[in-house]
Each structure stands twice: as C-alpha cells, then as structure tokens.
C-alpha cells in the first residue's frame, strides 16, 4: 500500500536560511509526488509536482525537490527562507483507487520563519 | 481565471438546520472532491465526483450529501447539522490523469452551535 510520511511536524529556521522538509513514501512502484503549500485560512496550492520526467524538480517561490528512488525520499529544500514562507507543508502521493483519483496526504509540517 | 470557487467563506448554523456549500471549477475537470479539514485529522475526504451525474462516497460520508448536476458545480449538503461537522471544508478538482494535482478551493469555514 502506499504511504507518505513526513519526518518532522515542526521546523524551525531563521529568515535567510536554508529550509529542509522531509518527506518519505512507501511504494512498490515509482509513483508522482506533489508538495503542497497552505498559508493560514487559505486551499491547498501546489508548489511542484514530480511525474518521472526528471528527478529534480523545481516549484514555485524557489522550492525545489529531489525524488531520491533508492532513498524512497522526496524532500523539498529552500536555499533562503522567507517571512512568507512561513506555512504548512503537505508531501501527497496521488493514486488511482476505486476509480478515482485519490489523494494520500502526509501529516504535514509547519514552518516557522523568525526574522 | 478563478480555478476553484467556494461558497459561503464562512457560515455559522445552529445545531438541525441544513444548508449547502457550492464549488464551482472553470477548468472543465472531469473530478471533483469535497474534504473537510480537522485539528490533527489532515484532510479527509467525504465525497468525490467522476463526471456529471454521479456521486460516490469516501471516507467520512455520513451526514452529507452531494449532487453534481453541472460538470462545473459539485454541492455539499448538510442536511441537519450537528457541532461534529464544525470543520473547515475543502473542494477540489483534477482531470482525469492521476499525476495530475488536484487544485483546491480557499475553504469553507463552517461553526456548528
């Protein structure tokens, strides 16, 4: 079955600093991979989406991530924090089930950013 | 283009009155979602929608109902509410292909007294 876990419920960095959040996924085949962002009382937006075209995937805002096969990872990095990145985080595997699309979503991780 | 539009923004109901939540997508996707999004829970879906005209149930159904007659509107109804569906409630939609994202709404949030 497939999973999405992301290490950390809460990250910390200071505004300039480079921003870590890790994601793992369990799967028994190489699946696509989003990263979504949810500022407070706002939707979901997606910030990139990995579909096997290329390992390396570069977002929106300066997010990238990195689909690691033999580390079953895909964490999104950030060279420099921003105040306005301060967010929660989603790591989402899409699968189709039972005729549809769904969505399995990791538990998230929010990002503080101090000046 | 306005992607996923929900209405109301916010809604407060007493505990038995119903009411309905309207999503509306002008991007002709083909699936439509509704979660509902609690403290510690993640989003968890409640119904989903492959076309017009059907309708299926997902995680937590009971208590909802939904109806898309328009491919582009997918309602939620609550029929008689109860302080449990106090929650923030998510649409979605996404076309067909699975390595596509589904795009979310801004969220209704609903209070139950």
């Known amino acids: 079955a497939q999973s999405v876990t992301q290490l950390d419920s809460h990250v910390s960095v200071s505004e300039g600093t480079p921003v870590l959040l890790r994601c793992n996924y369990s799967?028994?085949?190489?699946?696509?991979l989003f990263w979504y962002v949810q500022h407070p009382n706002k939707g979901l937006q997606l910030l990139l989406k990995y579909t096997s075209a290329a390992t390396l995937v570069k977002g929106i805002n300066g997010f990238e991530a990195e689909f690691k096969k033999s580390e079953t990872s895909f964490h999104l990095t950030k060279p420099s924090a921003h105040m306005s990145d301060a967010a929660e985080y989603f790591c989402v595997a899409p699968l189709l089930s039972g005729g549809y699309n769904k969505l399995i979503f990791g538990a998230g991780t929010r990002l503080a950013v101090h000046p | 283009n306005a992607g996923v539009t929900q209405t109301p923004k916010f809604r407060v109901l007493k505990t038995g009155q119903s009411m309905t939540l309207l999503c509306a997508q002008d991007m002709n996707h083909e699936y439509m979602y509704w979660y509902r999004q609690d403290p510690g829970m993640g989003l968890r879906l409640i119904h989903y929608s492959v076309g017009e005209g059907t309708t299926a149930k997902g995680e937590v159904p009971d208590g909802y109902n939904v109806s898309r007659l328009k491919k582009q509107n997918f309602l939620l109804g609550l029929e008689s509410a109860a302080p449990s569906q106090t929650s923030v409630y998510f649409c979605a939609s996404t076309d067909r292909r699975v390595e596509q994202p589904q795009h979310f709404g801004d969220g209704t949030r609903l209070s139950i007294l």
């Open positions: 799967s028994s085949y190489s699946p696509s």
